[in-house]
């Protein structure tokens, strides 16, 4: 069944929808000592020109989980950041250990044969190509797990939501986290990860259409989905109704240095252009 790639507007919750077969995870570099990924950090929309140039189309991203910076203290200049949950990806050659405070509790969301396997903790079910831990856990078993006594304040948070075994979705919302959690259980969550919030969030379609805080931070990771080309598992157009199709990569061979430095740190993408805009 196609999978429709644009944003959906459900009770005030901006929903992308995806498949279980489709969940992806980028982080820059894969690897790194002591299993660190993340160190390179990148925009939401930097991360979808990069695979779209290596030939993927992804139609839809969301910024991954918390993290801690590792150079410097301010979000805008740092050069390191570090994932603070579990994070595996077989075929991009991610393999994250949980750490910090909160590294055994939340929940993680497995995709073992195209389907997704939802479990408390940083626990990765057996056999999965992709697993990735957020926390806190807002959904589970299709309740409302999330502590009504904390972050109570309207800000932007963002969730990996499972429906069934082959649907889910990527939400956001700028609300309180006990609610917005109510909200993806109207929604009809059985599990529910939170990613990040704040000036993090930022969830992307296939065109480049965005919903979050405009401040476009750079994020240690991204989870995305993206079919197989020729799959016919989505169908992808822009807002002209044409068919958006990934595009032949950028050479940055011909770019003056001060530009290759600013593509690799995720401010401006491969074509030149400078993401934090809006579409």
């Known amino acids: 069944m196609a999978v429709a790639s ?32 993340g ?7 930097v991360v979808r020109e990069r695979l779209r140039a290596r030939g993927e189309t992804p139609y839809a991203l969301l910024n991954g989980a918390m993290f801690d910076l ?5 979000y805008a200049t740092t050069t390191c950041e570090r994932l603070q949950y579990r994070a595996l990806d077989v075929r991009a050659g ?19 044969n195209g389907r997704f396997v939802a479990a408390t903790g ?49 939400v956001t919302w700028r609300g309180g986290m006990h609610d917005f959690a109510e909200k993806l259980v109207q929604l009809g969550a059985r ?9 993090s969030a930022r ?16 994020v240690a990771s991204v989870w995305y989905a993206a079919a197989p080309a020729g799959s016919g598992a989505i169908i992808v157009r822009d807002a002209a109704g044409q068919v958006v ?23 401006i993408g491969l074509g030149g252009a400078v993401v934090a805009s809006r579409r």
Not at 245 to 267: D, E, N, R, V
């Open 39 to 45: 160190e390179a950090p990148v925009t939401v929309g």
């Open 94 to 112: 991610i393999d994250v250990a949980p750490s910090g405070p909160h590294a055994q509790a939340g929940g993680t969301v497995s995709v073992v």
């Open 191 to 199: 599990w529910a990860i939170y990613s990040d919030g704040g000036g």
């Open 245 to 267: 199709s990934a595009q032949a990569p950028h050479s940055t061979a011909q770019l003056p240095l001060w530009k290759k430095a600013l593509i690799g740190l995720g401010i």
């Open 203 to 218: 969830l992307m379609d296939a065109a480049g259409v965005w919903k979050g805080s405009s401040e476009n931070r750079r």
């Open 122 to 170: 940083p626990r990765v079910a057996v056999g999965a190509v992709v697993a990735m831990q957020g926390y806190p856990l807002l959904v589970q078993d299709g309740h409302n797990v999330a502590d009504a006594t904390v972050n109570r304040d309207a800000n932007w948070r963002c969730a990996l939501v499972v429906f069934s075994e082959l649907d889910g979705a990527f």
């Open 6 to 37: 644009t944003f959906e507007r459900v009770n005030s919750l901006d929903v992308l929808r995806l498949r279980a077969p489709d969940l992806r995870l980028y982080a820059v570099p894969a690897t790194g000592t002591g299993g660190r990924a």
């Open 70 to 74: 590792c150079a410097g203290n301010d």
